[in-house]
């Protein structure tokens, strides 16, 4: 029988009505066996996520203040949860020893991992399954990398063991036995790792909307869910800045050709995003499938006459950027021009080395820097086939009455992108949105 690994989010799981809305979805299909927890996440816009109030928690123990107070609001969650699922098992001594344990200076990743940790022991009797601790299956090595080869051995061995399990995501153990988490977000990872080892045939991601969105809902009003993605799409996307799973998250599955399900806890019929390593790309009914853009970028603009037929000027220039550390974006040129974008950010405090190395090494004509740099990209498997597409996002762009600093397109033909004004981003995705979704 296919396994399905499901993941929740915070929002999935913030409180008791919520439980039994997970509970329904993972009943109403027995493949689901294998189910990954994130820690109660915010039940309003003014809640706070228990793993910050974890976080907090320990900041104060570190600053020697009494945290008995503040958690007991972290307790008094997980209580309520218990309590309004109707269930009689006594988490008392668990939260305790949880408290005293951050109280005596336990790592701040071990505070932060125990908002999913208590989590999954409560969805795991509510659900009948067993509950096996994230510390037992999953590893860090010594230099605090990810140890995938034996965390993939130890995680397949532990699941053959359980037909049905909760998994705390976020954490995991060091080789000397302290808890360590991945970065934020990371409940998404721990979910990739146990679908992966237990070869699912489905990874489904729960959240709290309908699948990836098309744009940034906080730009383009009700914009549609894309219903197909591949893997390379989204990293296109996620790269400019669309957030629906962490970036980490899909390697696991990715390796292994697993598809990723995003799906909407609170609208469990809609089918949400499917994520699959290759997509016909006549299954969608618009060109291009996302748009997306971020801001903070800066241009190093390069002249030259004769630049074409110099060997060895972009590496040249290449190398100062290395030797400063700063990693580039993106690289258009023309026949004596040569463009660098760079996040401002990086470029900042380095801004007079890296001219200066730039003029030293390469010798250009003229070399100018400029901020307020923004970028879009409009990603689409399906623009190799469709033509004009190109003209379309221009003109889009033009009749909005922006203008465009720079174009870049991958020799994939799966995304181009465009530099314009930072003040200009919104409109010009607005603009794009409306060229290509009826
Ligand atoms: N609870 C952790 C966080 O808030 C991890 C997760 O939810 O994935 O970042």
Redo the contacts with the bound molecule.
Sequence with gaps: MDIKVVKF??SSLADAEHFRQVAAIVRADPTRRYVVV??P?KRHAQDT????MLYHCYEMAHNREDITAYFRQIADRYQAIIRELGMSFDMSGELDYVRDSIQHHTGRDFA?SR??YLNAIILAKYLGFDFIDAESVIFFKDNGLFDDEKTNEMMREELKKHTRAVIP??YGVMPNGTIK?FS?????ITGSIVARACEAALYENWTDVSGCLMADPRIVPDPRPIRTVTYRELRELSYMGATVL?EDAIFPVRFAGIPINIRNTNDPEAPGTMIVANAPDYDSDTVITGIAGKKGLSVIAIEKDMMNAEIGFGRKVLDVLEDNEISFEHLPSGVDTMSVVVSTRSLEPRRERVIAGINRRARPDSIVSEDGLALLAVVGRGMVKAKGTAARIFSAISEAGINIRMIDQGSSELSIIVGVDEKDLEKALRAIYSEFVH
């Design positions: 989010g915070g994130s820690a996440g996520k228990v793993t910050d932060a908002g999913e995501g976020f988490t934020r977000g990371g409940s998404d962490h």
